[in-house]
């Protein structure tokens, strides 16, 4: 089906409308409020349970070919959005800030590629540990098995759904079932566990919650005055008015620089790929890389321009924090409300045992290998690479936004700074589009040598050169 502009309006503005509906409900019933969901998680899972897989079970059909509440063409219209929206939000993420040295950078967003690596590589340790010992033995199964943690966990819908002419072509067709079902478990124990996580942090002391809702007497009665970075902000932002266009214009069109800067690279890589090994019909791996990151790459280019001619007074960093997040509230409703409930029959235990030996391995590098590897604000920023590691990209944002709703932690820019090692190889990047083959040509017990030596590798740099800035005290605290 092709969608119209009107009817991807239409869909948009029922997004809006649940974000309104979720933010009554929030203010209305006191446990949500006490589970910190904010409002795009309750928006999400409102339009989920009105959608087919719900719902529309239960209820005559009202739409042509679409169960539910909706028509077929907003389900589609959310369908895609994610994919698009997330662009948005990481090429927003550093236009209009700062961009500070390499080592910086790297003392920054170092311990989470370690805490992020470790995850990913694991997840084919763990994944193919358990093929050579119980799937492919007692189930039968395809030893290509063994990367489908990954795969639907680290890569998620997008990654298992673009890699299904690979399980085919492989021999493999069960495969992208499994690893789209794992994609969605992935998301749902990703939100659901981390929630729970948080809950239980703010509980023991490890972060501090506050309820935006929940505002001081002081502060309502306009007692709270901004800081001087917030007053220059505000500053900023009229002086921007004062101009010929919308400032929120502007900056839009910064964000879409970006964009295009991103999907410039990404393609010049994928064109070199096509001549050179991929000529032939070999592998394909740059095909399989997101834009996002590439797309945060162009943002940050946009910044260094940005600052190389001395433009920061026309650039509001707060405005770009309020696309971002706007983007990040769409698509947050956006891929809840279109999660995939259906259940896989055939191979239950297989994908029940994936799923439990994945979401285990995801806890233990949480509630292990972080605190003993990024040395402040372990929690806020780790619970970023837990939400990543079980989903997709946007359930590591949402969970740090759950942690640390005004970013006090600098998590988001960690976070961010960490795609740029991270996403180009696991995640949807080069080696997840390249695991199946590798499987396929070397056998399973190869590439369990590779990533169990990667996964070592990774651990023992985090514990021997982060590990050290911890004091004793607080290594391993919960």
């Given at each position: ?14 997004i809006a409308?649940?974000l309104?509906?979720s ?7 006191p446990?949500l409020?006490?589970?910190f969901l ?12 009105l ?9 005559p ?8 509440f ?6 589609e ?5 994610p994919?698009?929206l997330i ?6 993420l ?5 961009i ?5 950078i790297w003392?920054?967003a170092g311990?989470?590629?370690?805490v992020?690596?470790t995850?990913?590589w694991?997840?084919?340790?763990v994944?193919?540990s358990l093929?050579?010992l ?11 098995v ?7 966990f ?6 298992a759904a673009g ?6 072509s492989?021999?493999?067709e ?8 794992l994609?969605?478990?992935g ?6 566990i981390?929630?729970?996580m ?5 509980r023991r002391?490890?972060?501090t919650l506050?309820?935006?809702v ?6 309502e009665q306009?007692d709270?005055r ?15 008015e004062?101009?010929t266009t919308?400032?929120?214009s502007?900056h839009i069109g910064l964000v879409?620089?970006?964009i295009?800067?991103?999907w410039l690279?990404?393609?010049g890589?994928q064109?070199?790929e096509?001549?050179t090994?991929a000529s032939?019909?070999?592998?394909e791996i740059?095909a399989h ?10 943002g940050?280019?946009?910044?260094l321009?940005i ?8 650039v ?7 696309i971002?997040g706007?983007a990040?509230d769409?698509?947050i409703?956006?891929?809840?409300a279109?999660?995939?409930?259906t259940?896989l ?5 297989p994908?029940?045992l994936?799923s ?5 391995w995801?806890?233990f590098?949480l509630?292990?290998?972080a605190p003993?590897v990024?040395?402040e604000?372990?929690?806020?920023r ?5 939400g990543?590691?079980?989903?997709v990209t946007?359930?590591?944002l949402?969970l ?6 005004k970013?006090?932690?600098g998590?988001?820019e ?6 740029l090692?991270?996403e180009?190889i696991?995640g949807g990047?080069?080696?997840t ?16 040598l590779?990533?169990?030596g990667?996964?070592?590798a990774?651990l ?6 982060f590990g050290?800035?911890i ?7 919960w």
């Amino acid at each position: 089906m092709t969608m119209t502009v009107g009817e991807l309006f239409i869909a948009l503005v029922i997004i809006a409308l649940a974000l309104l509906v979720s933010n009554a409900l929030r203010l209305w019933i006191p446990w949500l409020r006490r589970l910190f969901l904010p409002s795009s998680v309750i928006g999400g899972l409102l339009l989920l349970l009105l959608g087919p897989e719900v719902i529309g079970r239960f209820m005559p059909t009202l739409f042509a070919e679409s169960p539910g509440f909706f028509p077929a063409y907003v389900q589609e219209s959310w369908s895609a959005l994610p994919g698009l929206l997330i662009n948005v939000v990481f090429a927003a993420l550093f236009i209009g800030t700062a961009i500070p040295g390499l080592r910086r950078i790297w003392m920054r967003a170092g311990p989470q590629v370690v805490v992020g690596q470790t995850m990913a590589w694991g997840q084919y340790v763990v994944g193919l540990s358990l093929a050579l010992l119980v799937l492919v033995p007692f189930f039968d199964m395809n030893p290509m098995v063994g990367a489908l943690i990954e795969i639907g966990f680290e890569g998620g819908h997008g990654t298992a759904a673009g890699m299904a002419e690979t399980f085919t072509s492989l021999g493999f067709e069960e495969g992208a079932d499994l690893a789209l079902g794992l994609a969605t478990v992935g998301i749902v124990a990703g939100v659901l566990i981390g929630t729970v996580m948080i809950n239980l942090a703010a509980r023991r002391g490890v972060i501090t919650l506050k309820n935006d809702v929940e505002r001081p007497a002081e502060t309502e009665q306009g007692d709270e005055r901004p800081s001087t970075e917030e007053y220059s902000e505000f500053k900023k932002d009229l002086t921007l008015e004062a101009g010929t266009t919308d400032p929120l214009s502007l900056h839009i069109g910064l964000v879409g620089i970006a964009i295009v800067l991103g999907w410039l690279l990404l393609s010049g890589l994928q064109w070199i790929e096509q001549v050179t090994w991929a000529s032939d019909g070999g592998l394909e791996i740059l095909a399989h890389v997101p834009l996002f990151p590439i797309a945060m790459i162009g943002g940050v280019i946009v910044q260094l321009c940005i600052m190389r001619f001395g433009l920061e007074h026309h650039v509001s960093s707060r405005t770009m924090s309020r696309i971002s997040g706007t983007a990040l509230d769409f698509t947050i409703v956006a891929a809840l409300a279109t999660l995939s409930l259906t259940t896989l029959g055939e191979y239950f235990v297989p994908f029940l045992l994936l799923s439990v030996c994945g979401i285990a391995w995801a806890l233990f590098v949480l509630m292990v290998i972080a605190p003993r590897v990024i040395p402040e604000n372990w929690f806020e920023r780790g619970i970023g690479d837990f939400g990543q590691s079980m989903g997709v990209t946007v359930t590591g944002l949402l969970l740090m936004r759950m942690a640390d709703p005004k970013n006090e932690s600098g998590a988001f820019e960690s976070f961010g700074y960490k795609q740029l090692m991270f996403e180009p190889i696991v995640g949807g990047g080069l080696f997840t589009a390249a695991a199946l083959p590798l499987i396929a040509q070397f056998g399973p017990v190869m590439v369990l040598l590779l990533t169990g030596g990667l996964t070592v590798a990774w651990l023992a740099f985090g514990l021997l050169y982060f590990g050290r800035m911890i004091p004793e005290r607080g290594k391993g605290r919960w």
